[in-house]
């Protein structure tokens, strides 16, 4: 589900309606893939590895804690990403001398991959769960909508109207506009 796979999925199921097995088996993957063993048992009658990268899968947690109305996992969500240390990098640093024609700065084992997908997923997160971010995060999360720049988010208010949406009115899965979905 890596590379744009969960997003795709997340959006497409408001148009799947007529599988609900598929529906069943993509939640229970959302669920669980991060799930404890002692869920994973419960649920399949067996214990097993899910193959790491939780930091990544983190937000289908949180997608599948939206659509089952369950804080819990959109909190181990949160959890699993405010403690992630897989694809955080060292600072900064200058490079010159002869190892390089011209000075640089570089962040060193830097992967276009890692970070792009960790972004996302960190993203996805925070557009599904705001509430529950950490403190040092609220602020940013909770910012009153006029400080944000908005050049990148989908549904600017005149879009709204447009689409004739009341000014005021709850926007269903506003999270998608976050994500440009």
């Keep these: 589900m890596l590379f ?19 529906d069943a088996a993509w939640l229970d993957f959302c669920r669980l ?29 949180c997608y599948a804690g939206e659509r089952l109305n369950d804080t819990t996992l959109k909190q181990a969500a949160w959890n699993i990403i405010t403690s992630n240390t897989v694809g955080v990098w060292p600072p900064v640093t200058q490079v010159g001398g002869t ?33 529950l971010a950490p403190n040092s995060l609220a602020s940013i999360v909770g910012a009153e909508k006029e400080s944000w720049d908005q050049a990148t988010v989908a549904g600017s208010e005149d879009d709204q109207k447009l689409a004739g949406i009341e000014k005021g009115k709850k926007v269903t899965r506003i999270w998608r506009r976050l994500l440009c979905l």
């Design 4 to 22: 744009g796979g969960g997003e795709f999925l997340m959006e497409a199921m408001e148009l799947i309606t007529d599988e609900p097995a598929f």
């Design 99 to 131: 190892d390089v024609l011209n000075p640089i700065n570089e962040i060193a084992n830097l992967a276009t991959n890692d970070a792009g997908s960790l972004s996302l997923s960190e993203y996805a997160i925070m557009a599904i769960a705001p509430e």
């Design 33 to 61: 893939f991060n799930a404890s063993n002692a869920d994973k048992l419960a649920r399949y009658g067996i214990s097993f590895n899910s193959g790491g990268f939780s930091q990544l899968y983190a937000k289908l947690q």
